[in-house]
């Protein structure tokens, strides 16, 4: 109990330093995009990672509560409400949770493809219909609002990026807390047991139905104030924020972090965000290597980044961690040039001209001597890649033996929730 | 009074009967076996019970309620438990976690997510001591998945017996097992069955007639005899649905090999 409440105490701790060491405009930004990441993506694995029901439509919660929040902002500046912009999230949630309980009364009958099929027809459904309601959804150009009307909150008028990313983190804290909990409850705990095996739950009372509707009505709450966070962050939404894309870049982003784990989809949130907001500014292709992780991720690790993280607790509970560390750093060397090797020559078959400088290296995508450089490189790298598998799968072996009591190691790899 | 009861039950699936025409009386506190060849329609019978499927006729009454209309859930809820031929277990849940959600129904805590599992003192205390009851304790925090075999059945019968429900159907529970598991399985369903109802469907003849107050031997869908063992042992209808076979309280010992 007192180990979690320390997590949870740091965890705290974390948001409200982190725009005091990196303190610019452009971070504070990519924090605040995280904490709407990580709540999004949390709600995504109560249906995915603890409900066993696979969405291609969990943007249609996001985007619902982001557009009515947006349409309660408009509401505060035309003086027709007057409520502190601060509850907005709140507004966003429930009409999140309403929807969710509308379409899950129906899509929660039965998981698997029937499940999937269902939240995809009803996320086009919805896209569709987006842009054709325009007095709600304001058409191809969206809605927009104002965030610094309405009563001041303690002083803070939300003008400021720092003001709005605290606002976001502290609805995430508690977000997340909630959503921590629930995994904790006869329902939560029931959701997980119907993933696993829906009919056996039924032979012990319960009804998987009920059970999935419940985690549903939930995520599409969840899902919500991460679109009220939105509507508050950027004062706009528009048909992308949910049609099928934003749809899918939840799913990589629980997958990508690991469904089997609570903080999964918040590895996977500060992840993507990252890998959205930073890469993106090095290369128009960043879209193609986040595909090229996923892919990699599902066939290499099906746990996610955190599962390989956990996967080190055993050598870390033996104290064997260290058995490792050469091998890595083998294995690293050649894997990164490698990788550099891959990306110059995706990124040289891209660029235009005869002109090509990557890494302080110029190139000529024109020429056969660059390409015969970058694919002797690349194929060297592989070479000595696999040459240091042999040693890294060894000492992989060595430091997951177990020379204490065989029972307490078992026990640290089954850490599934 | 019987507990449950069967009148004129029938099952078909498309133009095939596969149970035909039962009934069948199961009083309380009875410990009841149902054998027949294979593709008797044992296991099709504990389905229809445990309203897995629905019955193309008749009536299933539990405790004098109909059933046969009710879903497996609601079934369950009034106290009729069962466990699976095959394995059916929580693979990714703990042994623990298994347990208690077993638990969770017959504790009242029904869909709440209001209070924390970890918080209820009587819930994780009668789970431990259902650990305890089928000699799990020591696998607690494993995942169910990779348990042994004998240990995910013992998990299984835990499961169904979680709940504490008056009435307990075990479908082949030794299935499967070594001769030494399978004793060590027979105790168990002895202890855990204590002072409840039980109907099994077993091959082992040895176990059915160790264990069994009555036996109903089903043979194509239909219930050609349904007598306490002595009985059974001496029918020469049964005698026949074994094909020559004699049913000793030893088990089956083939006469034409």
């Given amino acids: 109990m007192l180990r979690k409440s320390i997590v949870w105490i740091v965890f705290a701790i974390v948001l409200l330093v982190l725009p005091q060491i990196f303190t610019s405009i452009f971070s504070i930004s990519i924090f605040t995009q995280m904490t709407i990441a990580i709540v999004f993506a949390l709600s995504y694995n109560m249906l995915l990672g603890q409900g066993g029901m696979l969405s291609f439509g969990h943007a249609v919660y996001f985007g619902l509560g982001g557009f009515l929040a947006v349409h309660a902002l408009m509401m505060i500046e035309n003086e027709e409400m007057m409520f502190s912009v601060t509850l907005i999230p709140l507004v966003g949630g429930l009409f999140g949770l309403i929807a969710a309980l509308f379409i899950g009364s129906f899509s929660t009958h039965k998981a698997g493809t029937v499940f999937a099929m269902i939240s995809l027809g009803m996320g086009e459904l919805i896209a569709a219909s987006s842009l054709i309601l325009v007095s709600f959804f304001g058409g191809e150009a969206g809605v927009s609002g104002d965030r610094t009307y309405g009563p001041p909150f303690f002083g803070y008028d939300f003008a400021q990026g720092i003001e709005v990313y605290y606002l976001a983190a502290a609805w995430m804290f508690v977000a997340t807390l909630c959503m921590y909990l629930f995994t904790q409850t006869p329902a939560g705990r029931m959701a997980n047991a119907v993933r696993d095996n829906p009919e056996r739950a039924e032979f012990i009372g319960y009804s998987a139905r009920r059970v999935r509707f419940i985690s549903f009505a939930m995520a599409g709450f969840f899902a919500g104030i991460a679109g009220g966070l939105f509507a508050v962050n950027y004062e706009i939404l528009t048909e992308e924020n949910l049609n099928a894309a934003s749809s899918g870049r939840v799913l990589l982003m629980a997958y990508i972090g690991g469904l089997g784990f609570f903080i999964g989809p918040i590895v996977g949130a500060i992840v993507l965000t990252l890998i959205n907001s930073l890469l993106s500014n090095y290369t128009t292709l960043w879209m193609l290597y986040l595909g090229i992780l996923f892919v990699l991720t599902v066939m290499f690790l099906p746990r996610g980044l955190t599962g390989f993280l956990m996967m080190h607790r055993v050598p870390w509970h033996l104290g064997k961690l260290r058995l490792l560390a050469v091998p890595y750093t083998l294995t690293s060397m050649p894997g990164a040039v490698f990788l550099l090797g891959l990306v110059a020559m995706i990124e040289m078959s891209h660029a235009s001209g005869s002109e090509f400088v990557y890494l302080g290296i110029a190139l000529n995508p024109d020429g056969y001597g660059s390409w015969a450089f970058l694919l002797a490189v690349t194929g060297v790298a592989f070479y000595v890649l696999r040459l240091t598998l042999p040693r890294l799968r060894d000492a992989w072996s060595e430091a997951n033996t177990i020379t204490r009591k065989p029972d307490h190691a078992a026990k640290e790899s089954g850490g599934q929730s | ?257």
């Fill in chain 2, 1 to 257: 009074m019987s507990l449950l009861q069967l009148q004129n039950v029938s099952k078909s699936f498309g133009e095939t009967a596969i149970i035909r025409d039962v009934s069948l009386s199961i009083a309380q506190g009875e410990k009841h076996a149902i054998i027949g060849p294979n593709g008797a329609g044992k296991s099709t019978l504990f389905n229809l019970i445990s309203g897995r499927y629905g019955v193309s006729s008749g009536n299933i009454l539990f405790k004098g309620n109909p059933i046969h209309n009710l879903k497996p859930f609601e079934i369950a809820r009034m106290g009729l438990a069962r466990s699976f031929q095959v394995t059916n277990i929580f693979p990714l849940l703990s042994v623990f976690e298994n347990i208690r959600c077993g638990l969770l129904w017959s504790m009242d805590y029904r869909y709440s997510f209001w209070n924390l599992v970890s918080r209820q003192k009587a819930l994780n205390a009668r789970t431990e001591a259902v650990l305890e009851e089928i000699g799990l304790h020591d696998r607690r925090n494993f995942p169910a998945g990779e348990l042994a075999y004998a240990e995910q059945r013992a998990l299984e019968l835990g499961i169904a017996i979680a709940s504490g429900a008056e009435m307990i159907l075990l479908d082949e529970p030794v299935a499967g097992m070594s001769h030494s598991e399978a004793k060590n399985a027979v105790a168990l369903i002895r202890k855990v069955t204590e002072g409840k109802t039980l109907v099994m469907v077993e091959h082992d003849m040895s176990i059915v007639f160790d264990v069994a107050d009555r036996i109903t031997v089903l043979v194509y869908g239909e219930v050609i005899a349904s007598d306490v063992p002595a009985k059974i042992r001496g029918n020469p209808r049964v005698q026949e649905a074994y094909l020559g076979e004699v049913v000793t309280g030893d088990g089956v010992e083939a006469t034409h090999a």
